[in-house]
């Protein structure tokens, strides 16, 4: 029976397989065998060293050759593993060539059928081109012939119409020739009818004065009632031609300065500090009682005016005053008297609030506007405007002051110098002056008539037939830049003449007036009846 150890010893090697038992043993054998392979292949290749070395570029990449290629030759300077290294770099390299052309040998075959094909399809696209090309060069000429046919129509038709054109106009200039010098002759037939027609009157006028001179005295009474018949045989003819020359002619015997709405200069008005001021020392800018800031300034000519008194107000009679709720003439107020006046000139104002209270009387500024005027002002000039403040933010104009204006004596002055009774080149008389506030105007803009430029604020009348406007407001945008803020004037000027209008340089504009008038239904269709020609 077996001991104990030794059945364990049986138990460990049953368990062994056969590589464990003999493992050794045939590594032994592969290595033995290996070295045995090489030593037979080295020898054998060694034998057959020289037929190989003289065949050495169909020798040196077979399999058997490679591993012993540097121990067979190598070059000098190179020892035989490095060359075998090099040898074997130079095997793979070769063999993978061959084998890599022959791998992309299709490739290569359906990217040259991709060339043939994109090589036919450029000459195609080339073709179509051609072909293309010569169809729009078809049409080109024949475009071509089509416009040379139309304009060798059209140009004598152009010469004719141009020729039409000229003739038009050449009967337009004798047409309009001809209306000015009927016109020119109208204006000299009725001046000389004027000149007649006060000659007329100035000989009755004498030869009354004659008559009552004979009637003063008893002695020379038969010769005042022979004196008087004749004066009265003599003046029924006269009287009715002097009327048909000014009821059906229209004809003047003199030009008459408008009613004047104005104070006397001593005029103490009451401040919003609560001093006093004479109203010829109050300038634009200025603040009278209840925040009521003035507008405008006014120096006018007193000829033609009626002075009256009204407590210790002297203003003329067409001024414009509140009594008991109603506003009436200043000559129609029960506490107005009559008054010697000698000064000769007046002065008025324009204000925010469109009043001048003095002597707790409630006067009108010079525009006269009332609430009713207010809100037709706003709709026939479409601006958003409420108060008297508006009226002058919107609406009123003047010029800068270095604005040129011809006087009847040939010179220039600047519109800031004109003086009240200055005569402008057309015989109108300037009755007024007016000093505007530039600073609290909506814009002062530089405007563009043509060759002739001017500055001023927003709103300034024109009654020139040359300009198809009546207001500044109206010209469009490329006829006006607006100045910047430090290029605006404080001070902005315009006049007041006996005609309503006057010129500057070439252009006819009407007088300070009609900026309210423009707008105002009542004032408006008498203002446009003397549009300048």
């Not at 109203?279 to 007193?302: M, Q």
């Not at 001048?356 to 958003?384: L, M, R």
Request: charged fraction near 20%.
């Amino acid at each position: 029976m077996d001991t104990p150890g030794l059945q364990d010893v049986k138990k460990m090697y049953e368990k062994l397989n056969y590589f464990d038992q003999y493992g050794g043993s045939v590594i032994l054998f592969v290595i033995i065998t290996i070295i045995l392979i090489l030593l037979v292949s080295y020898c054998f290749i060694m034998i057959q060293s020289q037929p190989i070395i003289d065949d050495w570029p169909n020798q040196r990449c077979k399999p058997n050759i490679i591993p012993f290629a540097g121990f067979i030759t190598h070059p000098d300077g190179v020892s035989a593993m490095e060359y075998t290294s090099q040898n074997f770099t130079y095997c793979v390299q070769n063999n993978l060539s061959s084998i890599t052309g022959a791998a992309i040998e299709p490739f290569n075959y359906i990217i040259n059928i991709f060339k043939s094909i994109t090589g036919q399809m450029d000459q195609d696209l080339q073709n179509t081109r051609g072909m293309l090309n010569k169809i729009r060069s078809f049409f080109q000429n024949v475009t071509e012939e089509i416009m040379g046919r139309v304009v060798n129509v059209t140009v004598p038709l152009q010469q004719i119409v141009i020729s039409f054109k000229d003739l038009i106009s050449k009967i337009q200039g004798t047409m309009t020739a001809g209306l000015f010098t009927l016109f020119g002759s109208y204006y000299t037939l009725k001046s000389f009818l004027g000149v007649i027609a006060q000659f007329i009157i100035a000989i009755l006028i004498t030869f009354a004065a004659t008559i009552a001179a004979l009637w003063a005295v008893p002695l020379t009474w038969g010769a005042a009632a022979a004196n008087t018949a004749v004066f009265v045989a003599i003046s029924i003819p006269m009287v009715i031609v002097l009327t048909f020359m000014t009821k059906v002619l229209n004809i003047k015997n003199n030009l008459k300065v408008p009613k004047i709405k104005c104070f006397d200069k001593n005029t103490p008005i009451k401040m919003n500090d609560g001093t006093y001021k004479k109203i010829i020392h109050i300038g634009v800018g200025d603040v009278l009682c209840d925040n009521n800031e003035v507008t405008a300034c006014f120096k006018l000519i007193t000829r033609g005016s009626i002075m009256y008194k009204l407590g210790t107000v002297i203003v003329s009679d067409s001024h414009i005053v509140n009594c008991s709720g109603n506003w009436i003439h200043v000559s129609e107020h029960p506490d107005a008297i009559k008054y010697e006046y000698n000064e000769p000139f007046l002065y008025c104002l324009n204000t925010s609030n469109k009043t001048i209270v003095i002597d707790n009387y409630i006067f009108t500024d010079w525009d006269e506007i009332y609430d009713t005027d207010v809100d037709q002002i706003q709709k026939n000039s479409g601006i958003k405007i409420k108060t008297g403040k508006d009226l002058h933010y919107y609406l009123d104009g003047g010029f800068d002051g270095s604005t040129k204006i011809k006087l009847a004596n040939g010179s220039y002055k600047d519109i800031k110098n004109i003086e009240v009774d200055d005569t402008l080149e057309n015989g109108e008389i300037v009755y007024g002056t007016v000093k505007i506030n530039g600073n609290n105007v909506s814009e002062q803009i530089l405007f563009n008539l043509g060759n002739f430029s001017f500055e001023g604020g927003p709103n300034l009348a024109i009654c020139d037939n040359k300009i198809s406007v009546s207001s500044t407001l109206e010209l469009k945008h490329y006829s006006k830049i607006k100045l910047n803020e430090n290029q605006n004037h404080n001070l902005l000027y315009h006049l007041l003449t006996n005609t309503k209008t006057f010129n500057i340089d070439k252009i006819r504009f009407y007088d300070y007036n009609a900026s309210i008038d423009l707008f105002l239904d009542k004032n408006r269709e008498k203002l446009l009846s003397i549009k300048y020609v």
